[in-house]
């Protein structure tokens, strides 16, 4: 018979368990039969020994069936991206509009932050008023009505997954292909998803720091989504560096809005018309990832992306003019305090690990479960790869909830980068493709 007990002594002897006992730990999850001392020891044993192919879309189908699964009947097709997590990226926030400005549905399932990198639902709840745990109906009228919503997963979406985030979250677990594989598809296969984009981040900043790892993870998710019928396709994308040039919560969102509005960050506007092509390719609705990203492309230049994140924001609680008057509706943090080079040269590393955690610790994240996210805090301004410096030219903003915490984040955020006097040619933002 199967227990917790017979599990987690598997993954202790550096053996992964059978798949109907995954499934049963599992199902166990959701209905209460583990204990959250017993999810970590699970998170910590598959971190050791593993899970196995079979194992893995075991934990991926049980997770998915732990709870309600959802389908669709809507004149368009039903889409989604997502991406493994890395600092300053807020792709979604303009995607998921912009897909929507394109006749396309996307019921996009979110996390909140995850270890040193933020979630997209903290993100949005930086907005006064907003909502992300819609229920159900709800949640189906504004896709209906809008094209798209971000939210949690209810507790009926998937509640296997979401217990055992949140132990990943504060047990140093986050980084198990396993588990990210799980996680990850259990909430977008119940989602009813038709056919999936994946950005799978490589760099300082992301969970996969090395290519081999980021590789291996691509082609896992790829092969699990499409071996249970959602069409899926995934890029390699550059994390030595933060995505937008800002890390925190109501600083992204400004960032997203700076993109909508046609003035914001070029790699960020990049990434997304990249990855909305290659959606859109997938689906059907474009020749080919170039043509999709041109249309990506057009229906922000025009506004009508803009427009679409407005109404959703509106549909979800917001502010029904937060797209006109989105800098005044964003918290701003009391303090901030530039901090500069120091020094000429050349900006050459960037630790995105160090400044995601230096974030979190500033309140833009949590460092226990259950801790109050103060969406105000972050940096705005880093300074990118490659750039030439001066002794007076800023690296980043620091915003901060006082003096004392934005001088522990300046010592922090000088530890994070390296000045070299040679010059630096910065990655390429997408590295590569699985399909």
């Known amino acids: 018979m199967t227990d917790a007990r017979s599990v987690l002594a598997d993954l202790r002897a550096g053996v992964a368990p059978e798949p109907d006992a995954v499934r049963w730990f599992a199902k166990g999850l959701a209905d209460g039969q583990v204990s959250d001392a017993q999810a970590g020891a699970f998170a910590m044993g598959v971190c050791h020994a593993g899970l196995g192919d079979a194992g893995r879309v075991a934990l991926t189908e049980a997770m998915r069936d732990s709870g309600d699964t959802l389908a669709w009947d809507l004149p368009g097709p039903v889409i989604d991206k997502h991406s493994t997590g890395g600092i300053g990226d807020c792709v ?13 549905y996307v019921p996009m399932i979110s996390g909140r932050g995850l270890g040193h990198t933020g979630g997209t639902l903290d993100k949005l709840e930086a907005i006064p008023g907003l909502l992300t745990e819609l229920a159900e109906d709800r949640f189906r009228h504004v896709v209906a009505e809008v094209g798209c919503a971000i939210v949690s997963a209810s507790g009926q979406i998937a509640p296997a997954d979401k217990r055992l985030y949140a132990v990943r979250d504060v047990t140093a677990t986050v980084d198990s292909v396993d588990l990210i594989t799980a996680s990850i598809l259990s909430k977008k296969l119940a989602a009813g998803t038709d056919a999936l984009v994946l950005d799978v981040k490589v760099g300082s900043g992301a969970f996969m720091t090395d290519r081999e790892h980021a590789q291996t993870l691509a082609e896992t998710l790829v092969d699990t989504a499409n071996g249970a019928g959602c069409k899926c396709s995934a890029l390699l994308t550059d994390m030595d560096q933060p995505l937008a040039p800002a890390i925190g919560n109501a600083v992204e969102v400004a960032e997203v809005m700076r993109v909508l509005t046609g003035q914001g960050d070029t790699r960020l506007a990049g990434l997304t018309e990249a990855l909305g092509g290659a959606l859109l390719a997938l689906a059907g609705q474009a020749e080919s990832a170039e043509a999709g990203a041109a249309r990506v492309r ?4 025009s506004g009508v992306a803009a427009e679409r994140f407005g109404r959703m924001v509106a549909a979800m609680g917001g502010p029904a003019d937060f797209v006109e008057h989105w800098e005044a509706r964003l918290p701003v943090a009391p303090v901030r305090r530039v901090v500069t080079a120091g020094r000429i040269g050349v900006l050459s590393r ?12 500033l309140g833009g994240g949590r460092a226990r479960e259950g801790d109050v996210v103060d969406p105000s805090v972050g940096l705005t301004g880093v300074a990118r790869l490659g750039d030439r410096l001066d002794a007076d030219t800023p690296l980043a903003t620091i915003h901060a909830a006082d003096e004392a915490a934005a001088e522990r984040a300046e010592g922090e955020l000088r530890r994070a980068v390296e000045i070299s006097d040679h010059d ?12």
Do not use: F, H, N, Y
């Open 92 to 104: 979604s926030l303009v995607l998921a509009p912009a897909l929507a400005a394109l006749d396309c």
């Open 298 to 301: 057009e229906v922000i230049g």
């Open 350 to 361: 960037i630790d995105g690990i160090a400044l995601g955690l230096s974030v979190v610790r």
């Open 424 to 435: 630096v040619t910065p990655p390429k933002l997408i590295q590569g493709e699985v399909s």
